[in-house]
């Protein structure tokens, strides 16, 4: 009829979730002929709180308390829900923020070392019985043996290089660098040998300081540490970079 406006109402609602025990806020969407006591059951799936020991309060787009929603007889379209509003989910059986994400809360079993080696189902029982990683000796003992040959092999490198000798970087998978030898021996920052170069260009990671201490003093990017055996000394002249040449 002329005059006459006709509302539609969407038959289902978008609503944003909250609850006493989580931090979290998710979306679902429901059905507005839904029932509370039938809402209430899939709320339980979602945060965990038992349908039988669960209020429900209603909050606006702007997070506006309205009203409790305790009539399980209603539907969920006869309180004004709209799109975005929230639905806060209060667990009376008990469950508090953060029950189930914090660990703190939850009791921890512990097991001395000393009965953990009885224990012949165990994982360490395992790799004894199969001789696997640090239980197999023989193989501990040449790692060990094969390590004290590097170190070795590393000393004698790093005695043969001389702060100040112009030398030439070769690591694995990087490309040649040019520079100068600035410092040789062991550091605070790894163990074993390793020598400073300051290179030609700014190639490095450093200024010549590595933690708080600093080794020996170059420009920033211009410092590196490399281990002796991919250092080589010899006659390698700085290059000229002509900055005018393109």
Known sequence: MDGQVTVVTNPTVNVRLTSTISSFEVQRRFNR???????KGKLEMVVGAPASRMDLEL????????????????LLGSYPVDDDCRIHVIDKSGGQMGEFTDVSQVEKFELSDEAYNKKTDSARSFMKKQRVGRFNEEEVAKKKAQHAAQEEEQKAAADAISVGSRCKVQVL????????????GTTDFKPGYW?????????GKHDGTVGEKRYFDCESKYGAFVKPLNVIVGDFPEEDYDLDEI
């Open 195 to 203: 020598v400073g170069v300051k290179y030609d260009e700014p190639l």
């Open 59 to 74: 909050f606006s787009v702007s997070d506006k308390f309205l009203l409790k929603m305790d009539n399980n007889e209603a």
């Open 33 to 39: 002929g839904i029932g509370i006591a039938e809402l």
């Open 173 to 184: 998978g990087q490309p040649t660098k040019l520079g100068t030898v600035m410092y040789v």
